[in-house]
């Protein structure tokens, strides 16, 4: 029972360059979601899932899409990345309210 | 809007001695509360919660946190700091929606020898 595994744990990109955010869960949980954490800023969301075939905006959802490909997998693309999308993104299920974080991927656009 | 607030950013502790985090929540019914705590270069980790019933709610690591509607907080307490306790703790309540947690801006705890 791994939980919430994301890949990659680090990553530089250049600005405008893409890449995807993976995340994927094994408790059988139907929501999930994607936060970003800033120094200062806490988490804040950027899009949820509540379910499979469903997904939703959150706080910060500007320059990101997301999948949710079935109900295990949901993933956080960046199409143009810019540097203000530097941070630490985790992914995270949830269960009766209670959110189970993944580890982390690091992101550095320069 | 519904927020969390957080008032202290950095914290300094002794070993051994007792700690309080402050939360203060602004949302309009009984909230679900939530305190999760993140170890350097980890993710975070459920340390207690709060639904209803009994205010006083025991978490992991020896952790509590009382719920006062009154203040609208949620205040963590330990009785006593272990150096291991060092790490960022983040206040959330559940939005109104019900379908995502909405958090504070943490609070680094360090803990001094």
């Known amino acids: 029972n791994a939980g919430v595994t994301q890949t990659p744990k680090f990553q530089v990109l250049k600005t405008g360059q893409s890449m995807t955010l993976q995340c994927a869960q094994d408790?059988?949980?139907?929501?999930m979601y994607w936060y970003r954490q800033d120094p200062g800023m806490g988490l804040r969301l950027i899009y949820y899932s509540a379910s499979e075939g469903t997904t939703d905006k959150g706080e910060v959802p500007n320059g990101y899409n997301v999948s949710r490909l079935n109900k295990r997998e949901f993933s956080l693309r960046l199409e143009s990345a810019a540097p203000s999308q530097t941070s630490v993104y985790f992914c995270a299920s949830s269960t009766l309210g209670i959110l189970y974080f993944g580890p982390g991927t690091r992101l550095t656009v320069t | 809007a519904q927020s969390v607030t957080q008032p202290d950013i950095h914290i300094t502790v002794s070993e051994g001695a007792s700690l309080e985090l402050r939360c203060n929540y602004s949302?309009?019914?009984?909230?679900?509360l939530f305190w999760y705590v993140q170890s350097p270069g980890q993710g975070l980790q459920l340390l207690l919660k709060y639904f209803s019933g009994d205010t006083l709610v025991q978490g992991i690591k020896g952790f509590e946190a009382e719920f006062k509607r009154s203040q609208s907080s949620f205040n963590l307490r330990k009785p006593s700091v272990h150096w291991s306790d060092a790490a960022e703790y983040f206040c959330?309540?559940?939005?109104?929606?019900?379908?995502?947690?909405?958090f504070g801006k943490g609070t680094t705890l360090s803990v001094s020898s």
């Open positions: 949302y309009g019914a009984t909230p679900y």
């Open positions: 959330a309540v559940l939005n109104q929606a019900g379908t995502a947690l909405i």
């Open positions: 408790m059988n949980h139907n929501s």
